[in-house]
T-cell receptor, first 114, second 117 residues
Framework: GAGVSQSPSNKVTEKGKDVELRCDPISGHTALYWYRQSLGQGLEFLIYFQGNSAPDKSGLPSDRFSAERTGGSVSTLTIQRTQQEDSAVYLC????????????FGSGTRLTVV | AQKITQTQPGMFVQEKEAVTLDCTYDTSDPSYGLFWYKQPSSGEMIFLIYQGSYDQQNATEGRYSLNFQKARKSANLVISASQLGDSAMYFCAAASAGGGATNKLIFGTGTLLAVQP
């Protein structure tokens, strides 16, 4: 596709349930990133995939959070046993370059835990 | 690793005037890139301008310019002739740029700009 696609766009879940968020990056982009943005806050780095290298998981806030990237393309972010503090917009980005407009962001998934 | 600091949580500017949004960074990487993004209320992230750490001249893109002071580790965004549509959240970000490899963007906390008529 022309851009980074994220689904669902909105997700409401009950506390304690597991959720899966999907990101489909731009074809050919070797790097994929997940960020979390709480209301009125900046973008918090979660995890980064680069080609076949081991992912950089340094931003994951707890072991309830995990992500995988299958075939170097689509990525799924999984949050287990969701808590109310997990409510945020989860943004995915992909890139081909560290320069200029090389990073492209998806429109995000708004997660609400009730 | 990078750390980005934006000390202005909110700014007001009159339409048609210029405004400067502050950004300082802390990095030990020898080569890095600095970015500014705009996030309107719709939530999309819009790339505005980029400055490479070895670029000799300050970057400019239309009404946007980046005041890059490497020794001070600052990368302030200047918006000239503000328009009502400039009202949004603005984020400064940085990424390592060594070896041609992609690397994660690290963001500041943002500055909310309100342009007044």
């Amino acid at each position: 596709g022309a851009g980074v696609s994220q689904s669902p766009s909105n997700k409401v879940t009950e506390k304690g349930k597991d959720v899966e968020l999907r990101c489909d990056p731009i074809s050919g982009h070797t790097a994929l990133y997940w960020y979390r943005q709480s209301l009125g806050q900046g973008l918090e780095f979660l995890i980064y995939f680069q080609g076949n290298s081991a992912p950089d998981k340094s931003g994951l806030p707890s072991d309830r959070f995990s992500a995988e990237r299958t075939g170097g393309s689509v990525s799924t972010l999984t949050i287990q046993r969701t808590q109310q503090e997990d409510s945020a917009v989860y943004l995915c980005a992909s890139s081909f370059s560290t320069q200029g407009d090389g990073y492209t962001f998806g429109s995000g998934t708004r997660l609400t835990v009730v | 690793a990078q750390k980005i600091t934006q000390t202005q949580p909110g700014m007001f500017v009159q339409e048609k005037e210029a405004v400067t949004l502050d950004c300082t960074y802390d990095t030990s990487d020898p080569s890095y890139g600095l970015f500014w993004y705009k996030q309107p209320s719709s939530g999309e992230m819009i790339f505005l301008i980029y400055q490479g750490s070895y670029d000799q001249q300050n970057a400019t893109e239309g009404r946007y310019s980046l005041n890059f002071q490497k020794a001070r580790k600052s990368a302030n965004l200047v918006i000239s002739a503000s328009q009502l549509g400039d009202s949004a959240m603005y984020f400064c970000a940085a990424a390592s740029a060594g070896g041609g490899a992609t690397n994660k963007l690290i963001f500041g906390t943002g500055t909310l700009l309100a342009v007044q008529p």
